[in-house]
């Protein structure tokens, strides 16, 4: 089974923090995303990576950055926190849809989400 | 810019009656997803669709992809608690290559017992 750890499922911030989320998936995945999910807002996607060292801004990206120094690991990072920082972070990953053979293509597995809270 | 739109946002429904919950869009999507999140948890996919008109069926639940490729729906018959849960449909766009999903704001469904 395909497996994507995120390393907190809680965390409570102060405002003006440096927040650092960690991501790891186990399927050699070459695609990872960060989402935030908001009642009412669905997910928005953050930033992308298609490959090690790649990244794409994804809808609302201002305020993170992130970091893909591995194959397997996708960071996300809040360089200062604010309060409107507080939500539900999830973590994906997939196949490309240019995956050969019988890979399941695009599908993406999400982690269990990091609830973060910026006081 | 590609949109889906859900409906009905909530749904609150007696356990054993039916429901449809759809997923619409104004673009043509190569394939859509459906996927169900639970409390506390990360979505999990259910069912991808890729050919206009398909359907396929996930024990009580039935998943249709709309022939010109721009809407779906999912029916569920019979609906129990262990049903509730947040339903988000995702599309991937016609000629993604490495295009992120595009997804609905999600259904959140309470099947009461």
């Known amino acids: 089974d395909v497996k994507v750890t995120q390393s907190s499922r809680y965390l409570v911030k102060r405002t003006g923090e440096k927040v650092f989320l960690e991501c790891v998936q186990d399927?050699?995945?070459?695609?990872m995303f960060w989402y935030r999910q908001d009642p009412g807002l669905g997910l928005r996607l953050i930033y992308f990576?298609?490959?090690?060292?790649?990244?794409e801004k994804g809808d609302i990206p201002e305020g993170y950055s992130v970091s893909r120094e591995k194959k397997e690991r996708f960071s996300l990072i809040l360089e200062s926190a604010s309060t409107n920082q507080t939500s539900m972070y999830l973590c994906?990953?997939?196949?490309?849809?240019?995956?050969?053979?019988?890979?399941?293509?695009?599908?993406?597995?999400f982690g269990a989400g990091t609830r973060l809270s910026v006081l | 810019t590609q949109l889906l739109e859900q409906s009905p946002q909530f749904l609150s429904i007696q356990e054993g009656e039916n429901l449809t919950v759809y997923c619409n869009s104004s673009?043509?999507?190569?394939?859509l997803q459906w996927y169900r999140q639970e409390p506390g948890e990360g979505p999990v996919l259910l069912v991808t669709?890729?050919?206009?008109?398909e359907v396929k069926k996930l024990k009580r639940l039935t998943f249709q992809f709309g022939d010109a490729r721009k809407d779906s729906s999912l029916h569920i018959t019979a609906a129990q608690p262990g049903d509730t849960g947040l339903y988000l449909c995702?599309?991937?766009?016609?000629?993604?290559?490495?295009?992120?999903?595009?997804f609905g704001k999600g259904t959140r469904l309470s099947v009461i017992a």
């Open positions: 990576s298609y490959d090690v060292k790649m990244k």
């Open positions: 399927m050699d995945h070459e695609n």
């Open positions: 673009s043509v999507f190569s394939s």
């Open positions: 669709v890729v050919t206009g008109g």
């Open positions: 995702a599309g991937a766009a016609r000629y993604s290559g490495n295009t992120p999903l595009v």
């Open positions: 994906a990953s997939s196949y490309p849809l240019t995956s050969g053979g019988s890979l399941p293509k695009n599908i993406q597995y």
